[in-house]
Nanobody, 117 residues
Framework: QVQIVESGGGLVQPGGSLRLSCAAS????????MGWYRQAPGKQRELVAR???????NYANSVKGRFTISRDNAKKTVFLSMNSLKPEDTAVYYC???????????WGQGTQVTVSS
């Protein structure tokens, strides 16, 4: 059974930092591309950051220079370090595991990030 579980969300003041974690089980983690997406109220879900199985990384323009994605294949976990947070970063953050060869695609339940004073 595949499980994708996010953690680390919460309430933070503007300019603050958070680190999100996403633990995967039931998949061969090292062959999956991992991504963080977010969805704000009334908006579509958007890609925040993605790291492929080979380590290639891309970020949304809105988070470049502030967010860092990384993965630990031994722990089957992907991280999103978020610095200099802004109110517009407020959203539910979702973790995605995707295998481009098999086209298997899995989502977590999401973790709420709220940036507010």
């Amino acid at each position: 059974q595949v499980q994708i579980v996010e953690s680390g969300g919460g309430l933070v003041q503007p300019g603050g930092s958070l680190r999100l974690s996403c633990a995967a089980s039931g998949v061969v983690f090292r062959i999956y591309d991992m991504g963080w997406y977010r969805q704000a109220p009334g908006k579509q879900r958007e890609l925040v950051a993605r790291i492929t199985s080979g380590g290639s990384i891309n970020y949304a323009n809105s988070v470049k220079g502030r967010f860092t994605i990384s993965r630990d294949n031994a722990k089957k976990t992907v991280f999103l370090s978020m610095n200099s947070l802004k109110p517009e970063d407020t959203a539910v953050y979702y973790c995605n595991a995707g295998n481009p060869k098999s086209r298997n695609d899995y989502w977590g339940q999401g973790t709420q990030v709220t940036v507010s004073s």
